[in-house]
């Protein structure tokens, strides 16, 4: 490095090591270092260090650093903000910075072929440099760590230097989207005034921009487009890109009630939507925006789990064909954790889905808090240089440069499938609504924004300098839109009821609402044993020329044991619903942390050869005509893993998506898309949802963290049919309840309280027999109960039961049945009142939980069933789910199982 010591450190790092690539190869670089290091060897070997070429050599070389710092730090110098000034930064970009000085302005430097003008002046390279990276777009891309990346950009700063250069013709169509979009925001704010819409105003160039996605001219393969947004702006895009019907728009600004007295809906600016575009080359182009809730980030994961369902079961894996969109605000995508979590899927096989484009519309406030105090970051942005992902900072005033960076994005993702942020640095016109005052909290900021004029104004006083569109040409454009809009108004009044289209149609034909009636009996799921058995000897077998690890391959005679015992513990049950499932030709997904062996070792799903890793699933080897089964281990994240799998269930409807906690309270980490999705999505948006969440769930004295599975919150959020709680007792009943969530042709989310000590308890085992005949039963009476003799009826649920049971067995107390709660929602009410009327002798009707009192399921029970004269034994009330001493657990333990049986 000592031939370029009189640079910078990292200067003279960067060049030291593009010399010695240049040595080792010198095809391995960008033709600009290729040819300058050929004049810099020619230079050494025929003349003296002392010659006055060395000079110059150096001078070349702090041109080069120049070049550098606009490459990496250019973007901190540009013409970005639309509404204030920028910060400043030192050191900047003047020419003293480098060891350079005026009189070397006019100097010819073999440099300027780096930046592919040739040898230019000094002050040649730098016009060059200011116009590609300090003008209405910065870009971040100089950490990327792959030279084919970095030189791409090169590459394409190299055709045009990142300037626009649209014909008229697309001038006037980037105006025309434009035009649609400030007087949208307009006709809003005079028909309505003081309604909350969350307009776009101020960043209305994200439509223009949003449209590239349809530009023929970029011939991009894209079929389907999936887009997650919140509601600032959403209106906006749902009628200018997605081209729903405004009158419809319209007409929820009335405050009309909703047609059904089952049906809450949701508020306009939460709603999905789908359409498609047919382009003129006959090609189409489906469009589809999730819905979402006011949690700001939460849909991030979701719409990333539709493009990959639609990814794996449309498109057969060709990313090229799908492109998901998350448009962002900037103190949200900095401030929101499951950002960070979702962006760390994008290279994950279990999650990656050829790359998304980010699109923050940076309004450079929160609700009232200011931008400085949203991040220590410099930029909103800054999250995505965890994955090298490259950042365009662009002028939300200047359309024509957020198209041009659009191409850019689109063009990018398609070519490397990996992420790209689009920083569109605009401001919000009003408060956080439009009924809120912003001067309160940010006086300087909303007198410049009550001054400045807004992106069409400003964009038409550019067309009309340049002669592209008159005054009067814009002003004929603007009353014909607003006559539209008058129209639309008109049909809006005739419009009786609110109502929300299901936003995904298609991907739910043959599908069907639930009636009470569904849940009163569940169908038949068995499986012919014959199918059993085979199935069963798959998933045993040690493949030919696979060696195992000696455990796994005990593993494996163990349930090849049980087969022929005709004893099947719980993970034995479960490997055979999936493999009958796949056998149907059902998709089987499953992620979660840890899940391919299992929290508690009881899975093995995926097995590794002992010599090689190698990895083998016998679940992906039943048959050659089987479904695709797929098991994931995810990353350490809840939120959004769980928001992926709930998108990924939404649009498949003929799939089983499974979702599996580590301990069942880590599902405290993803309560938003419980609360706001699962529970409620059906309610809200006409959205029917598959999807399994597997809650570990038990009293084992494993402490406060690792015993309850919040069962009490599921049956809180549990009303109108939304959803089903179970916690099965036997390993037939959780393999019925599997298959039972395919067979009836509508969908609902399971949460499945499952066991851990159970795996492995010597009588939580079934028959084959119970797999291949009848379907889960919501209840289970006590199979040995003397009717004539039961004087106390006990009801209860999980592992309880069969603790109750071995203290029944010691006692001989014929006294007491035991009768199981396998479904507590739907509650199966018909089945409990005709279990009580059989035991007409019982003196007393007994809930019995392992869970403290405020806790469980007994203020569910004693809601739905007040009629039942219930006594509780359970835990007492506690802050806490459970202690964190064992000898304690187990001393409440045992209180509840000998109160139960004390006379």
């Known amino acids: 490095m000592d031939k370029f010591s009189y640079l910078s450190n990292s200067s003279a790092e960067y060049i030291d090591d593009q010399y010695q690539q240049y040595l080792a190869n010198p095809t391995s670089i960008e033709a600009g270092w290729q040819k300058f290091f050929e004049g810099f060897e020619f230079a050494r070997k025929n003349y003296s260090i002392d010659s006055e070429l060395t000079e110059n050599i150096e001078k070349e070389f ?29 050191p900047t970009l003047a020419i003293e910075t480098f060891g350079l000085e005026k009189a070397d302005l006019n100097t010819i430097f073999k440099a300027g072929e780096i930046v592919s003008i040739g040898p230019a002046t000094l002050q040649q390279i730098i016009d060059n440099l200011e116009a590609a990276y300090c003008q209405s777009i910065g870009i971040e891309f100089m950490y990327i760590r792959d030279p084919k990346r970095v030189n791409w950009f090169y590459e394409q700063f190299a055709e045009n230097n990142n300037v626009p250069n649209f014909n008229k013709e697309k001038k006037i169509k980037i105006f025309d989207r434009l035009n649609e979009a400030v007087l949208f925001e307009n006709f809003l704010h005079l028909r309505f005034p003081g309604q909350k819409r969350f307009s776009l105003e101020g960043a209305e160039s994200l439509i223009p921009a949003m449209a590239e996605i349809v530009n023929e001219d970029l011939n991009l393969e894209i079929e389907e487009v999936v887009v997650g947004m919140a509601h600032r702006g959403r209106l906006n895009v749902l009628a200018n890109i997605f081209k729903k019907d405004v009158s419809h728009i319209l007409s929820d ?25 047919k382009l003129k080359n006959g090609k189409k182009i489906r469009f589809t925006m999730s819905p979402n809730p006011s949690h700001l980030e939460a849909v991030d994961g979701v719409v990333c789990g539709m493009t990959r369902a639609k990814l794996d079961q449309k498109y057969n894996g060709d990313t090229n064909k799908i492109l998901p969109i998350l448009i962002h605000g900037d103190s949200a995508i900095i401030g929101q954790g499951v950002v960070a979590e979702v962006i760390q899927m994008a290279g994950l096989d279990a999650f990656k889905t050829g790359g998304t484009i980010h699109i923050v519309i940076n309004n450079q406030v929160g609700f009232t808090t200011n931008y400085l105090d949203s991040r220590t970051s410099t930029y909103c942005t800054d999250v995505g240089k965890a994955t090298l992902s490259p950042v365009f900072h662009v002028n939300g005033d200047d359309p024509e440069a957020l198209a041009h960076v659009m191409q850019l994005a689109l063009r990018y993702r ?15 016109k009003y408060g956080h609504n439009e009924g809120d005052e912003p001067k309160f909290t940010q ?55 609110a109502s929300v289209k299901r936003f995904a149609d298609n991907d739910w034909k043959g599908s069907r609402e639930s009636t009470p009636k569904d849940f009163e009996k569940s169908p038949i799921t068995g499986v012919p044993k014959k199918k059993l058995l085979a199935i069963a000897k798959k998933l045993t077998e040690v493949p030919k020329g696979k060696k195992f690890f000696r455990k796994l391959e005990r593993i494996l005679r163990d349930r090849e044991a049980m087969v022929k015992g005709n004893k099947l513990d719980w993970g034995m049950a479960e490997l055979l619903a999936y493999g009958s499932i796949v056998e149907d030709n059902h998709r089987v997904r499953f992620s979660g942390q840890d899940v391919e062996r299992g929290t508690f070792s009881h899975r093995h799903a995926v097995v590794k050869e002992e010599d090689s890793a190698e990895e083998y699933c016998h679940l992906q080897n039943i048959s050659k005509k089987q479904a695709p089964f797929e098991i994931y281990n995810s990353h350490l994240s809840e939120y959004a893993v769980l928001g992926f799998e709930y998108g990924y269930a939404m649009v498949s409807h003929d799939a089983l998506t499974i979702w599996e906690a580590q301990f069942g309270d880590f599902a405290n980490g993803a309560q938003i898309i419980i609360d706001q999705f699962i529970s ?40 109108e049919d939304n959803m089903q709680i179970v916690n099965c007792t036997t390993p037939a009943n ?31 085992v079934s028959p084959l027999d119970d797999l291949s005949k009848g379907g889960f039963q919501e209840v289970i009476d006590d199979p040995k109960a003397k009717v004539t003799k039961v004087d106390k009826l006990v009801f209860c649920q999980g592992k309880l039961y069969y603790e109750l049971l071995a203290k029944k067995e010691e006692k001989k107390a014929d006294n007491v049945a035991l009768v199981r709660l396998e479904q507590m929602y739907p509650l199966p009410e018909k089945q409990i009142n005709k279990i009580i009327a059989k035991y007409k002798k019982a003196k007393k009707i007994i809930w019995a ?27 007492p009330e506690s802050a806490a789910p459970a202690s964190g001493s064992p000898a304690r657990a187990a001393k409440r333990q045992e209180a509840i199982i000998n109160k139960v049986f004390k006379k």
């Open 734 to 764: 959780f393999f019925h309840v599997l298959r039972r969530q395919l067979t009836r042709n509508f969908r609902k989310p399971l949460v499945v309280f499952t066991p851990k000590s159970l795996l492995r308890h010597p009588q939580c």
């Open 443 to 497: 006086p300087l900021l909303y007198k410049a924004i009550a001054k400045h004029k807004n992106p069409r104004a400003i964009y038409l006083e550019r067309l009309a300098a340049e002669g592209v569109l008159s005054e009067a040409e814009a002003k004929k454009k603007e009353e014909a839109y607003r006559k539209q809009m008058d129209k639309e108004l008109v049909k809006a009044k005739k419009i009786k009821t």
């Open 680 to 719: 409620s999505a059906e309610d809200k948006w006409h959205v029917m949802n598959g999807i399994v969440l597997l809650l570990p769930h038990g009293y084992e004295g494993m402490g406060a963290e690792h015993s309850s599975g919040r069962m009490e919150r599921f049956l809180t959020l549990a009303a």
């Open 414 to 428: 398609q070519k490397f499938h990996r992420d790209v942020f689009i920083d569109l640095l605009a401001y919000r």
């Open 62 to 90: 702090k041109v080069i650093n120049l070049i550098e710092g606009y490459r990496t730090r250019g973007h901190l110098f540009t013409k970005t903000n639309p509404v204030r000034e920028r910060r400043k930064y030192s």
């Open 253 to 277: 600004f009335e405050a009309k009630d909703f047609g059904s007295d089952s049906f809450d809906g949701d508020v306009k600016y939460h709603l999905g939507h789908s359409t498609e575009y």
């Open 849 to 875: 939980q392992e869970e403290p009192e405020n806790m469980g399921a007994w203020t569910f029970m004693l809601r739905k069933l007040r009629h039942i004269p219930f006594e509780l034994i359970s835990r």
